[in-house]
């Protein structure tokens, strides 16, 4: 890169960051003297660091950027630079070569925070639990590397072995998972008889695009059946879109009843009304643990808060906040927290989340997935009367029958 090009990127740089005050409206001086050091960073770079000839102008932006945005302290803000912005594209074409996990960073911990394994996936079958810290992945601190890197580190060919250190609590865990293709089926169904009829199972592991279109498809099929109750299961759903959520709960809500309301902090409140369906309206019993998560939370407090649903498991994960991405111009994308919903009731559970009707213990929810063959490509499944959850969920069904 030339001196040249570099004076002139560091140049606009500059007149942004100043420009910035006029834009917010900001006249504060503090304010300004808060945001003169960055102008300042980026005039000693340009004039005074000696191997400028060959710096990569572009990593330098974009830990700037990084760096910015985990300067909030917001677990849910984050940047994308242009090259992982669009490698992120390969999960929503359906699979890609990993661990099947969703994640968020922890500034706090400076680690990298499970929001919640995938259903079926190398991670979830491992034991990995929502709110595990991966603190070193093989012989690399977490802390030392950005991110991205740290989520690059675990993606890798499918049939190769990857290390993870895990912080749960005080203790510290060592896994060693087999990377695999992973495949993400949105929506997996199945039946239980029990001595009051045919019961529904339908599990969602996410809300991707397809996610809405799929289930009403599945809704159709199970609901066909002559199912006398539905279990609907959001365990270690780590949630998606907003639009997704409400087309999902309209599924389960008359028309008009409230989903979510989302309160930004520049515009209007919005309120997600349901449209309205045509389903039958069977006993409907939701489970949750702390890998439920946004998207999951949304349904699950419209469903508990609008008296449609008993609410089974754990306390969820408690992921109130909404992000948008906002386009660079260098191809990268700043993912922004811009609002907090709320459930029908009013209330903002972010960082606190929803308590179950009805709780399933932490020893009866110690479940062994790594003794499990789960093929979690199928939309059908077996539905294991075993698993606690499940269990639970049948003795509510069958006691208020």
Do not use: C
Request: aromatic share 10%; glycine share 10%; net charge negative.
């Amino acid at each position: 890169m030339t001196k040249k090009r570099f004076i002139t990127i560091v140049s606009l740089l500059i007149f942004v960051l100043l420009g910035s005050v006029v834009l917010t409206g900001a006249t504060d001086k503090e304010f300004q003297q808060k945001m003169t050091p960055l102008a300042e960073t980026l005039y000693y770079i340009l004039n005074y660091y000696y191997d400028i000839e060959n710096v990569d102008v572009d990593k330098v932006i974009d830990y700037g950027i990084d760096g910015l945005i985990k300067g909030l302290g917001d677990d849910f803000s984050y940047y994308y630079n242009k090259e992982i912005y669009e490698e992120q594209s390969i999960e929503n074409q359906g699979e890609y070569g990993g661990l099947g996990i969703e994640v968020t960073y922890d500034s706090e911990y400076k680690a990298i925070k499970v929001i919640s394994p995938m259903y079926g996936t190398p991670a979830w079958r491992a034991g990995l639990k929502a709110g595990d810290l991966i603190i070193q992945i093989d012989s690399t601190p977490v802390k030392n590397v950005s991110y991205i890197e740290a989520v690059n580190m675990m993606r890798g060919e499918p049939g190769t072995k990857v290390k993870i250190t895990v912080l749960r609590g005080e203790e510290i865990i060592e896994f060693e998972i087999v990377r695999e293709i992973i495949k993400i089926i949105p929506v997996k169904y199945g039946y239980i008889e029990s001595e009051i009829g045919r019961i529904g199972y339908i599990r969602l592991t996410r809300f991707n695009q397809p996610s809405a279109s799929k289930l009403e498809e599945i809704l159709k099929k199970v609901y066909d059946k002559g199912v006398v109750a539905l279990i609907f299961d959001l365990r270690d759903n780590p949630g998606g879109y907003l639009d997704s959520a409400v087309e999902i709960g309209s599924m389960f809500l008359d028309a008009g009843k409230l989903i979510v309301t989302v309160e930004p902090r520049v515009g209007p409140v919005e309120r997600y009304e349901s449209k309205g369906n045509n389903f039958p309206k069977v006993p409907l019993v939701v489970l949750v643990n702390g890998g439920s998560a946004s998207a999951s939370e949304i349904i699950t407090g419209a469903l508990k808060d609008n008296n449609r649903a008993v609410i089974i498991g754990q306390k969820t994960f408690g992921k109130g906040s909404v992000q948008s991405g906002f386009p660079l111009s260098n191809g990268g994308v700043a993912y922004i927290t811009i609002a907090h919903y709320k459930t029908p009731s009013g209330r903002d559970i972010h960082k606190v989340g929803i308590e179950p009707d009805i709780w399933v213990t932490d020893e009866a929810s110690e479940i062994s997935h790594e003794e499990e063959v789960v093929d979690y490509t199928k939309e059908f499944t077996e539905v294991d009367i075993n698993d606690p959850y499940v269990k639970r969920a049948l003795q509510y069904i069958i006691e208020k029958k």
